[in-house]
């Protein structure tokens, strides 16, 4: 039996799917709250989503009972902008409010420190906890690095982290992902940065600032786990991959209908495999030719397998979000959630899919747990 | 004493009973209520204290001026209701 969270706009749900390939969906919790992303503590069987109301702002929730039962904790809150701080969005030349916008994504630390918990936020701030969300701080070094003058939003008005990926060889290390604002990397904890997004190319600015690397837009960063300085992105601009911890990201200019896209999942065990779902560029976000595919590389980037087998035979108009698909543990089973309330699971890395319903709400977020 | 109601939908997801404060501002009288009832605070006011952008917030049937500060004046007789502002909405 695998079993997946689905953070939907309107509640969270656990899919379940038996060693038959059956699934079943089981009640939601949240109903009718837009729930932007969950995930499982593997440590200790926590699991945690993080709630937008909206209206009443963001809220986090955590259960210690598989979901029976949920307890809010604190959620990321900034501190005071100090007296005589200027800080404007660079796009929108207004003042960045410092308060929590979204908490777009949270991550379990290393296994070796018990308790730390990472959430990446709009406006951009990361946090981290040490005590399973009762608390959180922001991780001020990060946001104080001088490149930050330079982010923007993408997708949101403001910057945003959408990926803490925390590297297995140790705790302190850690790559992050945000829009826009490139990629960055900690090997002490978080208690200094620096930049790791040299190789990305950007098409929204102009051509001598299109390798900036203070202002890409990585959509995604998933990184295997057990070669962990291979790092795969689905950018804005195309598809990248690292094999030196984002030392050098290599452009991968062919892949199948598209190299535009959001999402991206990485294969746990073989650093040459990892799984894309293409849509036609940055003005036409739907599937080429209506067309709904995922791609798939198993050479390392040089050629893509076309994946259709199961999904929508006629035109479709799904997009999956960036924290949207995900691959288990043995790489094996794959779990995609689209816009139009889609919801697929592969048991064969992606041969084939059964559709698992096609009447859920918008979906944001797919984790395996 | 002003009487200070939250709209049913806030009720749904935070203890946040009708309770009435004496205090001549906005921000004393909202700060007074979270004092009773600390969890409702941050679904209304975000980190920096002002007013979440999709709550509207009426003090004497009149919506407030100040979302920032807070400093709208609370006569003896104005009650402050608290709603989800229709803006921030998700169909």
């Known amino acids: 039996m695998s079993t997946a969270l689905v ?32 995930v499982r503590d593997p440590r200790d069987g926590a699991l945690y989503a993080s709630l937008d109301h909206g209206h009443f702002g963001v809220h986090l929730h955590r259960s210690d009972d598989d979901g029976a039962s949920w307890t809010e904790i604190a959620a990321p809150e900034y501190p005071p902008k100090p007296d005589g701080v200027v800080d404007v969005n660079p796009m929108t030349q207004q003042e960045t409010v410092w308060a ?29 906890s040490d005590d399973r969300g009762d608390t959180w701080r922001l991780v001020e070094s990060l946001w104080n690095v001088p490149a930050r003058a330079k982010w923007f939003g993408g997708g949101y008005d403001e910057a945003g982290i959408h990926t803490v990926s925390v590297d297995p060889r140790g705790p302190g290390r850690v790559v992050i992902g ?53 790092i795969w992105c689905q950018h804005h601009c195309g598809i990248f991959r690292t094999s030196d911890n984002g030392d050098r990201w290599i452009e991968i200019e062919q892949a199948g209908p598209s190299t535009f896209g959001f999402a991206v999942a990485a294969h746990p065990d073989d650093p040459q495999t990892a799984w894309f779902v293409p849509a036609v ?14 791609t798939r590389t198993r050479d390392g980037g040089r050629t893509f397998d076309v994946l259709s087998n199961g999904l929508p035979t006629g035109a479709s108009y799904d997009l999956v979000y960036r924290h949207g698909l995900d691959v288990d543990a043995s790489g094996e089973q ?18 084939r899919f059964e559709l698992v319903s096609a009447n859920l709400p918008p979906i944001h977020s797919v984790r395996f747990c | 004493m002003a009487q200070v109601t939250f709209a049913k939908a806030l009720q749904r997801h935070v203890t946040c009973p009708t309770a009435s404060i004496e205090a001549d501002s906005l921000r004393r009288v909202l700060d007074g209520y979270f004092v009773q009832f600390p969890a409702a605070r941050s679904y209304v006011l975000d980190e920096q204290g002002a007013v979440r952008r999709h709550i509207a917030v009426f003090v004497g049937g009149e919506l407030i001026v100040d979302r920032v500060g807070l400093a709208d004046p609370v006569g003896a007789d104005d009650d402050v ?3 989800q502002a229709l803006s921030g909405g998700a169909a």
Do not use: Y
């Open chain 1, 7 to 38: 953070a939907t706009r309107k509640g969270l749900f656990t899919v379940s799917v038996d060693p038959a390939g059956t699934p079943t969906i089981g009640e939601p919790a949240f109903v009718g709250v837009p729930v932007t992303n969950a």
């Open chain 1, 100 to 128: 929590t916008q979204l908490a777009w994504t949270i991550e379990p630390g290393h296994p070796d420190e018990p308790g730390v918990v990472w959430c990446g936020t709009i406006p951009g701030g990361l946090f981290r």
């Open chain 1, 178 to 230: 945000l829009s826009c604002g490139g990629a960055w990397r900690t090997t002490d904890g978080g208690a200094t940065w620096e930049i790791a997004a040299s190789g990305m190319r950007a098409d929204f600015v102009p051509p001598e600032l299109a390798g900036d690397p203070d202002t890409q837009d990585p959509h995604r960063l998933a990184r295997c786990a057990s070669d962990p300085d291979v």
């Open chain 1, 281 to 294: 560029n940055d003005e036409v976000r739907v599937p080429v030719d209506g067309r709904f595919v995922v």
């Open chain 1, 334 to 351: 794959l779990i995609m959630g689209s816009t139009t309330g889609s919801l697929w699971w592969s048991g064969d890395a992606g041969d």
């Open chain 2, 81 to 83: 209701h608290v709603f």
